[in-house]
Each structure stands twice: as C-alpha cells, then as structure tokens.
C-alpha cells in the first residue's frame, strides 16, 4: 500500500508542472511585442498549443504497448525540444525560426502535455480501483498549481522585467517537465494491488494536505497584500513544501505496516496456547474479515459489470457527441478565456497580469479538488452523483461569470476569472470519472483523448473569433492595438450564450445516461 501512496505522490507532482500551457497568458503580450505578430497571430499560437491536443489519441494507443516510464520520458523530450527551441530563439541563440517554425514547435511542446496526463490518469485508475474518482481527482487538481508553481520560480529568478520574465517561463516549461519526469519515473508504474482495499484513512489525510496547499496557494496571489509580509522566496520555499507534503502518507502507511508486522509476531506466540474462547472470538473476528472481503469482491465485481466500449463504437453514440459539445461549451471555453487572459486583462488597464494568472491557477485548482471532495461525501452515504449533472451544476456559474464580465471594474474581472478558473477546473475533473463511467475503464486512455480534441478545436474557433473583434476595434486605436471595455464585449455575449447552450445538452445527457446511474445507486 505504501507503494500506491507513493504512485499517486508521482503523478501529484507530474501533474503540478504539466500545465504549461497555462503559462501562456502570462507571457503572451511580450511574446506578440518581440515578434511583432498580430492579434490573429497571436490567437494562432495559442491555438498551437492546444492543438497538440488533436494527436493526443496517439498516446492513449502508445501507452497500451510501452511501459509508462517511457512514455512519460517521451512526453518530457517533446516538451524540451518544444519550449527549449523557442527559449533559444527568443535569446537570440537561434536566429533563423520563422513564424511557421514557432507554430510547430508550440504543436509539438502541446503535445507533450498529453503523454504525462496520460500516465498521471492511468496511474490513478489502475493503482488505486475502488478509490480511483478520489485519486483521479487529487491528482489532477495539482494541475491547477502549475501557473502558480511557475510564477513563483519566476518571480525569484527572473525578477527584473517582463521580457526576462518571458523569456523565464519558456526556459523553466522546457527544462522543469524533465527534471520532475526523471523523478516521478521510477514510482509511476502499473503496481500489482492485489486484493485492493478502501483507503480512507489515507485519502483524509491526502485531502486535507491537499486544501491546505491550495489555500496557501490563493492566499499567496494576493500580491500586493503578501508582498507586504512575504518575500518571492518564501511563497517559492512554501509551494515547495505543499508539493513536498504528500510523502507524509506513504511514510505514514509504511509505518503502520511495519508496526502492524510486529503486532502480528506477537499474536503467532499466543496462538499457540488459544483457549476455547480466544478461538471463539478468532472466529468471530475471522467472520468479520471475510464480511470484509465480500465487501470488496462486491465493488469489484461491480466494476467489471461496466460496460467496456472501443473507440469506434463511442463515436457512434449519441451520448458520446452529446458529452463532446458539453465539454465544448464548458470547460473548453473556459480554457479558451484563461488563454486570452492576458490580452483581456491589458484590454481593460489591468496591469497586475501574473497575479491575475495565479489566481485563475489557484482557484482552479480548488475547481478541480471539489469533485472528489463531494465524490468521497456522496460515496460514505451510498449515494451515485451524476456527472453530466455535475457538470451542468458547474457550468452555470460559469455562464454568470462571463456576462458579469461586461463590466468594466477590476473587481468583476477578478471575481470572474476566480469562477471560471474553478469551474473549468470541476467541470476537468469530472470528465475523468465520467469517461470511465459512460464508456469504461479499458480503453480510457484512447477514449478520454478523443474527447479532449474538441480543446484545440474550441480554442481555435472561440479565440478566432474574439481575435476579429479585437482587430475590428483595434482599427479604431493608433496602434492597432484594442483597449477598452468594447475589446471584448461582443466576445463575452456570445460566450455567455454558448455556455447555456452546454447547460441545457448536459441536462439532455443527464436524462439519457439516467439508467446507468441509478443502477450504481442500487
């Protein structure tokens, strides 16, 4: 058990440095200054980096034939060669990359985000088979921390402007990946669990370290107030720490396993000299253990009855195109936002544009920790909580956020991209379990990355067309360049709209995938 611990600390900490994409808002301005592109260039780049997203089926088929070590090693070199190529472009160690060049390259580094998110979801499904919705949903959530984790690196080492800064983020999405990969590689294998057992000892423990690094995390994005009390090093030192404080499960497993070892020597020397009633309550005690076991041959059993749909089958259900568009109009477009947050927040003279990162980080990761959180309440109770349900749930507020946005205080734009940031998180986290429970565990991880394809294709078809309409009323600024609130207006209506939409096909869902859920109540 301790070793499935310290799988599950692996992909927590795969999974803290594997937003990289995320980074992008936070140097993106800079990134259009120094290579003097357009808005709609811009938008293209930022759909090349999701677009790696479009093979990331590949993966799914790759990790059913090579071990997992290698596939997260190969996921690590296509990120290095991908950002490190641009790092040195960018430093002017490369002068030759044209546009195309960098397109290609922000495909390819997309792209290695999928074979580590492969191998954090595998881990978790496998590893950990009555509890995987809990260990899915830890893991995943530390995804939310990466924007925040970078940050933090290069608020200490790259202090001085924001072309330095830039040039930091791309040189720390390269090399940082590689580092935590050659790490987590040797833990992060398929483990042999045996007789599984329900673990909620441990999951209580990994939930609570789990909210306190995210509390940590929000309350160390308020800039100007921690500025105040905390240095860039210290937070850096504190996130460090938080990422760090998984390992006391492990420990403390091991610790108990080794206790309960010698507890057991202890009961062999009296076996011999049972008495009548010490074999009656033996036997009473060995009535509850088998209780136990029936208990989870029962879960198991359970599991195996799910249905196990392929590929090619899952594309021609219903139920598969209406879950695609509710991502699409849900936690895509969400994404979608948080890529174009810091061309929206310069838009609106917003000029603390890192802190505005962080925070959408930071509270996503909570969106992200809050499903397993209400899975684990639900599941203490009996009770199956539906995830095209879920989804609409999260999707609402989502709608609220984007029509609070039309006005102009930074106060809503704050409070916006808090609600967007946790709800895409939830609504990401959901669509985990909710794979495995439509289609199966089996084929996920093919299954799960034809779903997230509609990523590319949402950033490329929202961000285009909120990049024509800041380029329609950037025409009327001197310098091309759009600011003010009627930048984005027309932009947030509209995505306002589409997220309704995806509320009312996720009750559809609801209402055809009824059965299915009821029959895990019973």
Not at 129 to 139: C, E, H, K
Request: hydrophobic fraction near 50%; proline fraction near 2%; charged fraction near 10%.
């Amino acid at each position: 058990m301790a070793f499935q611990w310290l799988s599950l600390v692996g992909a927590i900490w795969l999974q803290s440095i594997n937003g990289t994409n995320s980074n992008f808002p936070a140097y993106s301005s800079q990134l259009k200054r120094l290579l003097s592109i357009s808005q709609l260039e811009l938008n293209n780049l930022a759909f090349a980096s999701d677009a790696g997203k479009i093979l990331g089926w590949f993966t799914g088929v790759a990790a059913g034939y090579l071990p997992l070590w290698l596939v997260l090693m190969i996921g690590a070199v296509l990120g290095l060669i991908g950002y490190g190529m641009q790092y040195l472009f960018l430093t002017n160690q490369i002068s030759s990359l044209s546009y195309v060049h960098v397109f290609l390259l922000t495909v390819l580094a997309g792209n290695s985000i999928c074979w580590i998110n492969t191998v954090c979801y595998l881990v978790a499904i496998k590893n950990f088979p009555l509890d995987r919705q809990f260990a899915v949903g830890i893991s995943t959530s530390y995804v939310g921390l990466s924007a925040k984790m970078y940050a933090a690196f290069v608020n200490v080492l790259f202090p001085y402007s924001n072309a330095e800064k830039a040039k930091g983020y791309l040189l720390l999405n390269s090399i940082l990946p590689l580092v935590v990969c050659i790490m987590a590689a040797p833990v992060v294998g398929d483990i042999n669990v045996g007789k599984s057992k329900k673990m909620a000892g441990g999951f209580i423990l990994m939930f609570a370290i789990t909210i306190a690094t995210g509390a940590y995390a929000v309350i160390s994005s308020l800039g100007s107030v921690v500025s105040r009390v905390m240095t860039p090093l210290m937070v850096l030192i504190g996130i460090g720490l938080f990422i760090a404080a998984p390992l006391l499960v492990p420990l403390a497993d091991k610790l108990r396993e080794k206790f309960q070892q010698k507890c057991w020597l202890r009961v062999d020397r009296r076996v011999q000299n049972l008495t009548v009633e010490e074999g009656e309550s033996a036997i009473s005690l060995g009535d509850g253990m088998k209780v136990e076991e029936t208990r989870i041959t029962e879960l198991v059993s359970e599991d195996k009855m799910k249905k196990e749909i392929g590929a090619k089958s899952m594309l021609k259900m219903v139920e598969f195109w209406l879950y695609f568009f509710v991502y699409f109009f849900g936690a895509t477009l969400g994404l979608v936002y948080l890529n174009n947050l810091g061309q929206i927040a310069e838009s609106r003279g917003c000029s603390d544009i890192s802190s505005l990162v962080s925070l959408a980080s930071s509270f996503g990761f909570f969106g992200r920790l809050i499903p397993s959180l209400l899975d684990y309440y639900f599941s203490r109770r009996k009770t199956k909580v539906s995830g095209p349900a879920s989804m609409s749930v999260m999707m609402a507020p989502m709608a609220g956020s984007f029509f609070l946005l039309l006005n102009g205080t930074n106060l809503s734009l704050y409070i916006s991209t808090a609600i967007i940031g946790v709800c895409t998180g939830g609504i990401t986290s959901i669509s985990v379990s909710t794979t495995t429970e439509l289609f199966g565990t089996q084929n996920f991880g093919l299954n799960h990355n034809i779903l997230v394809t509609n990523i590319p294709i949402g950033s490329f078809v929202f961000g285009y067309l909120a990049a024509l309409f800041y380029r329609n009323e950037g025409h009327h600024h001197v310098d091309g360049r759009c600011m003010g609130m009627e930048c984005y207006q027309k932009t947030f209506i509209i995505w306002g709209s589409l997220c309704l939409f995806g509320i009312f096909l996720a009750v559809i869902l609801r209402a055809r995938t009824k059965n299915l859920y009821s029959q895990a109540r019973s």
